[in-house]
């Protein structure tokens, strides 16, 4: 397993979030990817970040801007990611997650992942599941 990280969706303002953290605590953009680089997306969400990585020693913060539509809950904006190595495992994971859980996104393969999903669990907690697919390997 690749461990679990801090995920925070932002209203529209996620990459300058992601700069200011970076100079301010000293960290290293990784990724910075709008909707507009992937061809995901509505066209008004070109310019959002879709995701987005700042490494600060050790630690891994992950950010989005959120295209819901939906106001973002501050305080309430914050997921915890886990990266999972194989496929099996991450369905196993994500199906006694979703015991009493909010399905926010089923979990399927997407254009960067071999599994994805995302789940309110019963306690108020939001999970993001991850399944990276192999180096070399584009969606069916």
């Known amino acids: ?15 300058e ?16 990817l709008s909707y507009g680089e992937t061809g995901q997306g509505a066209e008004a969400d070109k310019d959002k970040i879709m995701h ?12 989005a ?3 819901s539509g939906k106001p973002v809950n501050i305080g309430g904006n914050i997921s915890l990611a886990i990266g999972v190595d194989d496929v099996d495992t991450t369905e196993q994971m ?14 399927a393969e997407t254009f960067w992942a071999s599994r994805f999903g995302m ?11 991850n399944c990276e697919k192999p180096h070399g390997q584009s969606a069916a």
Request: glycine letters at 12%; aromatic letters at 12%; charged letters at 25%.
């Open 65 to 67: 801007d959120d295209c």
């Open 17 to 32: 979030a992601m700069m200011f953290y970076k100079d301010a605590l000293g960290g290293e953009i990784e990724g910075l």
């Open 94 to 107: 994500f199906a006694k997650m979703s015991d009493g859980a909010t399905i926010t996104m089923p979990l």
């Open 1 to 15: 397993m690749k461990g679990v990280k801090p995920y925070i969706m932002f209203d529209g303002n996620c990459k």
């Open 52 to 63: 987005s990585v700042l490494k600060i020693g050790d630690t891994v913060i992950m950010a």
């Open 119 to 129: 789940l309110k669990d019963k306690f108020g907690v939001h999970w993001m599941f």
